[in-house]
Structures are given as C-alpha cells and as structure tokens.
C-alpha cells in the first residue's frame, strides 16, 4: 500500500473519497496523524452513509486522530457517537470501536471504568460465541491490570494473550503490550524475561511501522533501565544512568514526532525530571516546582508516580522531610482515588522507614502492615531488594508477624539475612520462631538454657573459663564436656527453626550470633532509651507495655542480677511518669492496675500506696 501511495503522490495524481479514505486509515496506522488527519477529514463528509461498516471504520481512524491531536476527551466523544451504529454488528466490529474507548480510558486513569468495560466486552462475546474476539479484549487487560498496579494479573494476562494466533498478533500491536508486561515481570522478580521481551517488543513494532506505540515503550524501557541502575545505587555498587537516559530523549522524540497531545508528552517531561533529581541533587529543588506544575496537567496515575518519585529523591537526599511525607501521602491517596498501586504499596513502605526512624513505632507497624498486605496482594516485589529502604521495616514485619510466609520469602529474595529465632527474656526464658512468638520451642536441659542467656547477655563475648566459672563454679563434673554438649543442644534447638548454629568461636572467644534472632528485651531497651529521650505519656506506655515480666525469671542466673535490677528500675521510672498522667487525667481504674504490676516487685524493696 506503500508504495501504491508513493506512486500516486509522485504522479500528482487527483485521488478519489475512497482512496483518500484509505490513505487516511494508512496514515492513522503509521502514527502520522497530522497526514492522516487532513486525508480523512477532506473524504468524510463524501463518504456514503449507507456503507456504515466503512464508517464505523473510518470514524474508529479519526477518534485515534483526535486523540493525538487534540484530546483523549475529544476522542472518546467520537466514539460515544459511533455506539448506536454498532447494535447487531460482529463482534470483530465491537472491538475495533470499543478497544479505542477501553484504551482512552486507561491513558486518563478511568481504570474501574476500562476494566468493567473491557469485561463487559469479553461477556458479550462469549453470549455470541466469538471466543478468538473475547481473547482480543481480554489481551488488553496486560495494559490495565499495569496501570491499577496489579502485576500478579498483568503477567497473567500476557502469558495468557501468547496463545491469540501470529497474524492476529500483528492486528492488535496497534495497542502494544508487551513492555507493559516488561516492566511487571520486573516488579514481580521475573527481571530474566524483561529485557529479551522489551526488544521483541520493538522490533515488532518497526516490522509493522506501528509508530504511535514508539513512545509508551521508550518510556517503560527507560523505566526499567533507572530502576536496574538505581537497585545498583542503593546496594552499593557502580551504576549509569545514561542509557536510561538515552531511551527517555527517544521517548521524548517520538511524543513530539508523531503525537500532538500534551498529555503523552507530559508523561515524558515528567519522568525525565523525576529520573534527574539523584542524578543532580542541587537542582533538586528547582526540578520539584517544575514537576508539581506540569502535574496539575497530567493524570492522576502519572501525578501518583511522581509524588512517590520526588518524596524518594527527598528522602534519599536527607532534604525537607516533612515535604517528603507530605508527598509519600498525596502518592498513597491520589492512587487509591482511581484504584492504581502502581507506586502505592512503595509508599506505604517509605512512610514506616520513616516513622520507625523518628521512633514513632505505632504508625510505623500500621504503614509496615499495609505495605507488606499490599506487596503480597499485587506481587511487589523488585524494590524491597532495595536494603537501605526497606531493611528495617521488613524485620518489623518479622518481628510482628506481619505476612508471615511473604515475609520470609521477601527477606530471602532480597538477600536479607532473616531472622527466624524470637528469644523471650523478659518473665521466662524461651526460644520460639519470629512468626509464632507464642509457641515455645524446647531447649533440652536447663543449663543450655542459661547458656544461650549467659551469651544473649554478654554480646561482646567471653572466654570459656570465664563462662566455666559463671555457670559451673562449683560443679565436679567435666565441665568442658558439659559445656560442649549443651552448646550442641542450642545448635540442634535453633536448627529446628531452620536457622544456623548461633554460637561462634573466634580468637578464644565465644560469642552469640544475632543475624538471625530478635530479642524482648532489645525491644525494650529501644523503648526505654526512646522514653528517656522525651518522656511523653506514650513513650512511657511503650516501656510499661515491653516489661512483661522479671528479666530470666525462671532461671537462678545470679550473674544477670545486674541487669535485673536494671531493667526494673527503668520499667518503675516509666511507670512513675505513666501513673502521674493517670492522677492528672483521673483515670483511677488504669493507675490501680499499674501500682499493682508495681508493688508486685516487692522483692526490690518497692512499696507503693494505693491510694
């Protein structure tokens, strides 16, 4: 057709309505929309209002038109106008319609609306038994299920689209998916099928001359390669971003080539500003109120990525924290206003690094909570690799409980060393695993026991004559053997729990190896220290909450009597500040339970009147 086009233009040739019609269609298909625009507006109104399958056609051209050069609203204004000329028609002519409005839909972040369309589609066609159409709508949910920032379904839906016919392939690629899929296989941990696809993907497009889809896959492909580099940033390793930023010049340079509307070419504006402020910290500043302008122009999906992108910038650079937060939270709503966590999980997550960072630990859980549900939900994954981001917010997680399984299999994943023994100290002495606190796990004899206490205690290490006289000081047995044979019984305790042998022995020393174990009372000591830097009531709680119980209540211990007292005079001096706030707000019932945890200390020579 090409070159029959070229021909006549060579001749100067006069062309007929039916002839420009298809030039214009031609054209529409390139991508060069300010050609096809003036082809098809010229054979229009020529055209017979009794081949309405040509219409349909026609006016399915002009609505992409419309939408690259003038507006996604004017496009689907003109396909609105098409609806009633598709009652009684083949569903392969439902489609050619209707997947315009689905994808206008998805570019404006209408996502709800786009998906309950497209699934509306994909019934009508299984009532018609035109199954082969059904798999063209349900191809396009690889685009939507990107854009709600469901990855789990958008990887679904591509592999499931592989099995749609070759030839039918190269129809559809007129609304390319597969760097959409890229980018999810990315974000889902699967980063071997992202590059090999992303060049299929455009050469695919150059083999066929679908030139309007240039720019969408530039961008994504420019997105991928930032965020391989920017994972190499924060690991510590050398990174480039200049290929990167040589795919987003090509995404910039299609946007203004062959599409007119300011929305695609804001996209890449945009990015281009968001991927520069690591790259130029100091112009930092300057590049934020350039982005927030441009935001006011774009849509919510995009307005949503680029909060979290410029809170990630002010974070990493230690810049205007509060604006950071401010930008975290406007990223989480804007996103959830239209039902897209495409960056809202990340969010959620950098919100807790945060709190837990300025001790604000009971926010900090319920953003660890959302962001791990979240991670699960949508299979978020690439970016919690990301260890100075979110290395303390997955051992809350840990610590807590939060997703169990996802959360062991995240801390693997990102190569984190997971931490999979609890050890209660506070009250009786026990082992349990991090995500069942409450479900002891036997240490075979009591000596072993206050072995794996005595080392818990003494993190620094000691000598094993030293730990011979403090737990054997007076035995006649064989001590080195019973030493050895209880350091075993800790080994096969801590095996059960699928963690490694816990006691090292270097340059003569012993010592406990805390990589993968979490401990109450280091809980507690945070929550004192916390206390003592500002004594708010809720600080005082925390540590009131922490002490459940004497420090190795069950065992003799004489070496820990120290800490002991320590640790309940740190506990009675949170107490003391907790009950002056329950005198002055008259909270009786709360201030008498806690002078009762009080006098039950009586063994210190504690004594407190109930008054």
């Not at 989480?332 to 950098?350: C, N, W």
């Amino acid at each position: 057709m090409k070159k029959q086009f070229d021909f006549l233009e060579a001749q100067a040739a006069d062309l007929s309505p039916r002839v420009m019609l298809a030039k214009g269609m031609f054209l529409s298909d390139l991508g060069d929309f300010y050609q096809a625009e003036k082809y098809l507006s010229t054979a229009i109104p020529q055209l017979s209002s009794e081949d309405q399958k040509l219409y349909l056609r026609v006016m399915t051209h002009m609505a992409r038109v419309l939408r690259n050069r003038v507006s996604f609203g004017e496009s689907t204004r003109c396909i609105d106008a098409l609806l009633p000329l598709l009652q009684n028609t083949p569903m392969r002519d439902w489609y050619g319609v209707m997947i315009e409005k689905i994808h206008n839909l998805t570019l404006t972040s209408r996502l709800s609306e786009a998906l309950e369309l497209t699934k509306t589609m994909m019934e009508q066609c299984l009532t018609t038994g035109e199954a082969d159409i059904k798999a063209w709508f349900e191809r396009y949910l690889t685009a939507i299920y990107f854009y709600l920032g469901d990855y789990k379904k958008c990887v679904q839906a591509y592999a499931k689209s592989l099995s749609i016919p070759q030839e039918e392939q190269d129809w559809l690629m007129r609304h390319s998916i597969g760097a959409y899929a890229a980018k999810a296989y990315q974000i889902t941990g699967q980063e071997e099928k992202v590059l090999p696809l992303l060049e299929t993907e455009l050469a695919r497009l150059k083999q066929l001359g679908l030139y309007e889809e240039y720019s969408i896959n530039y961008l994504l492909y420019a997105e991928i390669l930032h965020s391989a580099e920017l994972l190499k940033r924060y690991q510590g390793m050398p990174f480039d971003f200049s290929t990167a930023d040589r795919y987003l010049s090509k995404a910039e340079e299609y946007a203004v080539l062959n599409r007119s509307t300011r929305d695609h070419l804001l996209f890449v504006k945009i990015w281009r500003l968001c991927a520069g402020l690591l790259e130029q910290p100091e112009k930092a500043g300057q590049s934020i109120s350039q982005i927030l302008a441009l935001l006011e122009k774009t849509t919510p999906f995009f307005q949503s990525l680029a909060y979290g992108r410029m809170a990630n910038a002010l974070d990493t650079l230690g810049q205007n924290p509060e604006q950071c937060k401010l930008f975290l939270k406007q990223c989480i709503q804007t996103g959830e206003d239209i039902g897209s966590y495409a960056y809202t999980p990340i969010a959620y997550g950098r919100l807790a690094a945060i709190y837990l960072r300025e001790g604000e630990q009971d926010t900090a859980k319920e953003y660890t909570r959302r962001f791990m549900e979240l991670c699960r939900q949508f299979e978020h994954r690439y970016y919690l690799r990301f260890k100075p981001l979110f290395a303390s917010v997955l051992k809350l997680a840990g610590e807590l409980g939060i997703t169990p399984d996802f959360t062991r299999e995240m801390l693997s994943y990102g190569g984190y060393t997971a931490e999979r023994v609890y050890i209660h100290t506070l009250g009786s002495f026990y082992i349990a695993p991090v995500h069942d606190k409450g479900s002891p796990v036997k240490i075979r004899t009591l000596k072993a026991r206050e072995l794996l206490a005595y080392l818990l205690e003494h993190r620094k290490g000691a000598a094993r004559e030293q730990i011979y006289a403090d737990l054997w000081e007076n035995s006649e047995a064989n001590v080195p053997n019973l030493f050895h044979t209880r350091r075993g019984e800790i080994r096969r305790a801590f095996e059960s729990l699928g963690a490694g042998n816990p006691i090292l022995y270097e340059k003569g020393i012993y010592r406990l190896n805390m990589e993968e174990i979490i401990c109450d009372h280091d809980l507690f000591r945070q929550a004192v220290d916390e206390f003592r830097r500002q004594s708010a009531p809720i600080n005082a709680q925390r540590v009131v909450d922490c002490y459940t119980g004497r420090y190795l209540d069950d065992l003799e211990a004489l070496w820990a009597e120290s800490s002991r007292l320590q640790y309940e005079d740190s506990f009675l001096e949170a107490a003391n500040a907790l009950l002056e706030n329950y005198r002055n707000s008259g909270d009786r019932a709360k201030a008498i339970e806690l002078l009762r945890r009080c006098t039950g200390l009586s063994y210190h020579g504690h004594r407190y009147a109930i008054t």
